[in-house]
């Protein structure tokens, strides 16, 4: 299995402010992943995260608004930038490892 | 857009009763893994059970199974004997492991557990 913490947990934030949200996992992985949640809906991929290298960004999602860093193999972060009340959703770090994705608690992020 | 669907937006079951929740799929590839996942009210996602498409034999996890049928694209989980603590949002999802290697989730079912 994979350990995935995550910072902060939850958030209350106001219109056109930026949130950073942090991922750490127990050992090296390649790949991270940052998902969204939306209420009631399903998890959407936001990007792929590999040390080294920019990000991929999946359609719909741009790095202006959600800049990535990986700096290292057991690490990444994800800003939410300028945000918007369409921005209040659930934000997941996820590994791929052993043929398995786990999935880290989420940040439930409200903007006001 | 290769995707995955789950039809059922809410299921309930009976106490140690046996439900069914449906999952089809959409791919070109051969080779791709098939997860079922659990989202308690915590948010947590927790992996529930895992299948890869090569293998024809279907996956078991003590009271969870899964009934997949690789050319009809479909991978339905089964629950038997439905405990309380079972109650919770499934995703059925997909991992693709060519070159866009990404989990592709469905909309997800609502199970509630009657006592």
């Known amino acids: 299995s994979a350990v995935i913490s995550q910072k902060p947990s939850r958030d209350i934030c106001q219109r056109g402010t930026s949130l950073t949200i942090q991922c750490q996992v127990d050992s090296q992985v390649t790949m991270m992943f940052w998902y969204r949640q939306q209420p009631g809906q399903s998890l959407t991929l936001i990007a792929t995260?590999?040390?080294?290298?920019?990000?991929?960004?999946e359609s719909g999602f741009v790095i202006d608004k959600f800049p990535i860093s990986r700096p290292n193999l057991t690490f990444s972060t994800l800003t939410v930038s300028n945000m918007s009340p369409e921005d209040s959703s659930i934000y997941l770090c996820?590994?791929?490892?052993?043929?398995?994705?786990?999935f880290g608690p989420g940040t439930r992020l409200t903007v006001t | 857009a290769q995707t995955v669907t789950q039809s059922q937006p809410e299921m309930s079951v009976q106490e140690a009763e046996t439900v069914t929740l449906s999952c089809t799929y959409d791919t070109s590839e051969s080779d791709y893994y098939l997860f079922w996942y659990k989202q308690p009210p915590s948010r947590q996602m927790i992996l529930v059970i895992r299948?890869?498409?090569?293998?024809?034999q279907n996956a078991t996890e003590n009271r969870f199974s899964v009934n997949f049928q690789k050319a009809a694209k479909s991978f339905s989980l089964k629950i038997s004997d439905s405990q309380l603590g079972d109650a919770a949002m499934y995703f059925c999802a997909r991992f693709s492991s060519g070159s866009a290697r990404q989990l592709t989730f469905g909309s997800g079912t609502q199970l509630t557990v009657l006592p």
């Open positions: 996820s590994v791929w490892r052993n043929y398995e994705q786990y």
């Open positions: 299948q890869e498409a090569y293998k024809q």
């Open positions: 995260a590999n040390q080294g290298s920019e990000a991929t960004y």
